[in-house]
């Protein structure tokens, strides 16, 4: 039996898993985020990040690309001072493969090599009930490409609800703390552990975060993206 706070999560998989594909961002690549939040008293050289992953990033069922992960983070980065600039890589529906195919062009794409990525890939997969070696292999071959170009990533962890079985939730939960290690990324978990388990933050979907929902989840890691953001050449 499913019980606690892992019943609302078992649900959700199961809703999006049971609803089809999501609906593809229209955009080819990524977006520049906006932000109406005064930028006060920004210190040093602006910092400039790519927010690669799928609908959490893009900003689903959200009134606008600023209510998004990577729009709400810019501006509460920047609130505390932090000059950076966030390139909105979000695609919803992405898998892992799908993401790995669209790497390199995003990455080519950029007016300028990104300080760091932030990469978010893997609830498609999960959902899907895709094997969760080849969730793996995929993001390790976007680690490795990332380290060849030298760029620091952030990895967003996800963990599998139990009603996949034991071995199935073993097997996928291991995958980002694994992968952190062997590839020298910074690590979130669990990308979604404060809003899981509270549905007056999630859309009627079941599955992505409402406006309020992505303001908690900024509000739980943007101390870890701060601190993933190496230090500039020129600093002292």
């Known amino acids: 039996m499913v019980t606690g706070k892992w019943s609302i999560w078992a649900a959700v998989a199961l809703a999006l898993s049971g609803c089809g ?11 520049e985020t906006t932000s109406s939040a005064p930028a006060a008293e920004v210190a040093g050289s602006a910092r400039h990040i790519l927010a690669f992953g799928d609908s959490l990033f893009a900003g689903y069922g959200l009134d606008s690309s600023d209510q998004s992960y990577p729009g709400q983070l810019q501006a509460a980065l920047r ?12 695609v919803s529906g992405d898998t892992t493969a799908a993401g790995l195919q669209r790497l390199d062009f995003t990455l080519d794409s950029q007016s300028q090599t990104p300080d760091l990525v932030i990469l978010e890939l893997g609830g498609n997969d999960l959902l899907r009930g895709l094997p969760p070696e080849q969730t793996k292999a995929n993001l390790a071959a976007m680690l490795e490409r990332l380290k060849a170009r030298g760029i620091p990533v952030l990895l967003m962890g996800m963990r599998a609800p139990p009603n996949g079985g034991p071995e199935f ?12 290690k062997e590839y020298g990324a910074k690590l979130v978990p669990f990308f979604m552990e404060s809003v899981y388990d509270k549905p007056e933050l999630i859309q009627p979907d079941h599955v992505h975060p409402t406006k309020d929902g992505v303001a908690a989840m900024v ?6 993206v701060a601190a993933a953001l190496p230090v500039p050449a020129n600093s002292e």
């Open 169 to 180: 939730q073993r097997q996928f939960d291991a995958i980002y703390p694994a992968l952190a």
């Open 79 to 90: 609130s505390e001072g932090v000059d950076v600039r966030i390139a909105n890589a979000g």
């Open 21 to 31: 594909q999501e609906v593809s961002a229209p955009e080819a690549g990524p977006r």
């Open 219 to 224: 509000a739980a890691t943007k101390a870890d």
